[in-house]
């Protein structure tokens, strides 16, 4: 299984690339089972709202 | 009311935001007070043109950016890009957050926000936000503002700044993870 360190570079990758069938997969899988990555793809969703809300988005 | 009132309004009432925003990326305040008033100067010059097709907020930043992304093409001919801060290779920030397995380190396991976007709303929230926007190493804060709050794509972002993309990738990597990991600890950990 995927480790979370391996985890956290795709959910930052899926923000700047498509990610690969397969990594989605495997991203997918990886955050059913681990609460952690599961909050910190969230949080880092919110990170870039916040910086694009400051950035003049409406 | 005319457009023209409209963008002094605007710039008015948030002259303090642009300026801020503006010098988070040049990290000079003095450019980045020139460089709201050009965008100002500009969006005046420009008012006849915009007609209505955004709000003033999104236009007036649009040029911002522009003119952002112009200062730092002509600061990089005098400082280059490579000399700036912590090389790639230094420290990868993710010292500790992870056993040796690769998973989370129990203290380090990442728990649920508390209504974030009320965050939004505080002046103080934002403060916060910036210290730990500043707190990233220069480079890395260069390519993490660059491609979120300037909007530009990772193969701009690479080329302006030669650099390869998995590069850039880990860069941006790196500063989700710092600033995600300082706003935890210095906001939402209250
Ligand atoms: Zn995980």
Redesign the interface.
């Known amino acids: 299984m995927m480790?979370?360190?391996?985890a956290?570079?795709l959910m930052?990758?899926e923000?700047?690339?498509p990610l690969a069938w397969r990594e989605r997969m495997a991203l997918r899988l990886h955050n059913l089972m681990?609460?952690?990555?599961h909050?910190?793809r969230?949080?880092?969703a919110?990170?870039?709202m916040?910086?694009?809300?400051?950035?003049?988005?409406? | 009311m005319p457009i023209d009132e409209q963008i002094h309004e605007f710039v008015g009432a948030r002259r303090a935001d642009l300026v801020r925003?503006a010098a988070l990326q040049l990290r000079d305040p003095a450019l980045a007070e020139d460089v709201v008033q050009e965008t100002l100067i500009a969006a005046m010059q420009g008012a006849a043109e915009f007609g209505h097709r955004?709000?003033v907020?999104?236009w007036?930043?649009?040029i911002?950016?522009r003119k952002v992304i112009d200062a730092l093409r002509t600061r990089r001919q005098e400082v280059p890009v490579s000399q700036l801060g912590a090389a790639v290779e230094d420290d990868d920030g993710?010292e500790g957050l992870?056993d040796q397995?690769?998973?989370?380190a129990t203290e380090h396991?990442?728990?649920?926000?508390a209504d974030?976007?009320d965050s939004?709303e505080q002046q103080q929230f934002?403060q916060v936000?910036e210290a730990c926007l500043d707190h990233l190493p220069e480079r890395t804060s260069r390519v993490f503002m660059m491609?979120?709050?300037?909007?530009l794509e990772?193969s701009e972002i690479c080329q302006e700044l030669a650099i390869v993309t998995s590069n850039?990738?880990v860069i941006?990597?790196r500063a989700?993870?710092g600033?995600?990991r300082c706003?935890?600890e210095t906001w939402f950990a209250r």
């Not at chain 1, 681990?34 to 990555?37: A, F, K, P, T, Y």
């Not at chain 1, 916040?50 to 409406?58: F, P």
């Not at chain 2, 397995?101 to 989370?104: A, E, L």
């Open positions: 480790n979370c360190k391996q956290t570079e930052s990758q923000l700047d690339r681990c609460r952690g990555c909050q910190y969230k949080q880092l919110f990170l870039r916040a910086l694009r809300s400051r950035a003049g988005g409406d | 925003f955004s709000s907020k999104t007036v930043y649009s911002l950016k993710c992870f397995r690769g998973f989370w396991r990442p728990h649920r926000w974030p976007e939004l934002w936000f491609r979120e709050l300037l909007g990772v850039c990738w941006l990597h989700r993870m600033l995600r706003l935890d």
